[in-house]
């Protein structure tokens, strides 16, 4: 057996494909965000503007978080000591979950080491606990959510994105008496569109299912405390269970779901992605508790964004370019061939200093390869304008279609 042959050829064919990611060496310029330094392909630094961050609000740089931080390592320490079992519940961790819940008007939270672990450990938990469990999954879900369900080992029934017709006919061909969950997500990322939380909600209460939201692109970003889209179409009462991230709008690191004291008793009774795992550093902990209190209270930064997104959106389409429907803070731009995605991607970090990621396959089909934008409170009009201007020129050189997405 040639293991090595084996590992070439799985690598070769990512080559073949156009899907071979690179990860770009990069330093972030502490309260200067979207400005960095790029370390890749070239001898030292070279100063960048950065595209395609989830730290969607630039809390990762803000002056709060950063002092929480550097007062938490002064006063715990670097690491949590372990397990929360065995190294116990940091009183940061108390407070932190604390406030998760208060942010869902849910009754208790608990903390993951990111947003993966707590929708693989919750689903698979909650799945496994309810005997003949049938999980409704939306099929543009997550590969966290898709892998939790999976690990559950219960039947799962997938149904057509936000389609509540085939949603209805899936419920209503299963025994009345066996346990269902739904589960969706409120933000869909690479598509920017919003899943229609009532009429799930509606759904789960005809047919006496629960329902749980991954609002890991959403928290931080929409409702007047950052409670997410549930927050902002006051749905979250309607809704069992809440999962959320604390490394995209809230700037730094981890997971999260809130629901009520005794679902969040069972998940950390029984699920091993909680129960095996050293906890969050404190250090990350108070960053994010000082994120989350600033922004149940301040909207400035949510506003900011919300305006450059619809700038960028519009700067875009009046150029021609392919710029796909997102009713959200995501600007996705069509090219739909993976290796002209990453052909464009490298020309503007080479040559304009512009970073934005190509998606690709399996992370969107087939054909819709696409780069994904996402203008946070600092970008100013001047770089939205350059970053157009750029893409205009990268399209005409590479002989790409000026045209509107469908």
């Keep these: ?51 395609c961050s989830n730290d969607y609000l630039a809390m990762g ?46 009754e208790a939270a608990l903390l993951f080491t990111s947003g993966y672990v707590s929708n693989d450990a919750t689903l698979s938990t909650l799945a496994r606990l309810l005997p003949g469990c049938v999980i409704f999954s939306d099929e543009l879900n997550h590969a966290s959510m898709i892998a939790g369900i999976r690990n559950s ?3 799962k029934r997938v149904f057509r994105h936000n389609d509540m017709a085939h949603l209805e006919e899936l419920l209503a061909a299963e025994d009345e008496d066996c346990p269902k969950l739904i589960a969706f997500e409120s933000v869909y990322s690479m598509d920017g569109d919003v899943a229609p939380l009532h009429e799930i909600c509606d759904l789960a209460e005809k047919y006496n299912a629960l329902t749980y939201i991954d609002e890991v692109h959403a928290v931080g970003m929409y409702g007047e405390r950052g409670g997410g889209i549930s927050e902002r179409d006051d749905a979250a009462r309607r809704i069992d269970i809440i ?55 301040s909207s400035e930064e949510r506003d ?44 503007l970090l080479a040559e304009y200093g512009a970073y934005v990621q190509p998606i690709n396959f399996p992370t969107v089909p087939r054909g819709t390869e696409r780069l994904r ?9 001047a770089m939205m304008r350059e970053l157009t201007d750029a893409l205009v020129e990268v399209w005409d050189r590479l002989e790409l279609e000026l045209r509107q997405a469908a």
């Design 153 to 155: 080992g219960c039947e």
């Design 373 to 381: 934008f996402t203008p946070g409170p600092m970008h100013t009009d």
């Design 304 to 347: 900011a964004q919300q305006a450059n997104a619809a700038t960028l959106k519009a700067m875009m389409t009046e150029a021609g370019l392919p710029v796909m429907p997102s009713e959200t803070h995501i600007v996705p731009l069509l090219v739909g061939d993976p290796v002209k995605a990453k052909r464009i991607s490298d020309i």
């Design 1 to 51: 057996m040639n293991y090595d042959q084996i590992f070439d050829q799985a690598i070769d064919r990512l080559h073949e494909e156009g899907r071979y990611r690179v990860f770009i060496d990069i330093m972030r310029n502490k309260g200067a965000y979207p400005n960095a330094r790029c370390f890749h392909g070239h001898n030292g630094p070279k100063p960048i503007t950065v595209w």
């Design 243 to 297: 999962e959320g991230t604390l490394g995209k709008a809230f700037g730094v690191m981890g997971g999260y779901v809130a629901t009520n004291a005794k679902v969040i008793d069972c998940i950390r009774s029984y699920a091993p992605g909680f129960i095996f795992t050293t906890s969050l550093s404190p250090v990350l902990v108070a960053g994010v508790l000082a994120a989350v209190k600033h922004l149940k209270e």
């Design 61 to 106: 740089q803000h002056p709060k978080v950063i002092a929480a931080m550097e007062k938490a390592l002064h006063d715990v320490g670097a690491g949590s000591g372990g397990t929360r079992n065995i190294g116990g519940n940091t009183h940061l961790h108390v407070e932190l979950e604390a406030e998760l819940a208060d942010l869902h008007g849910k």
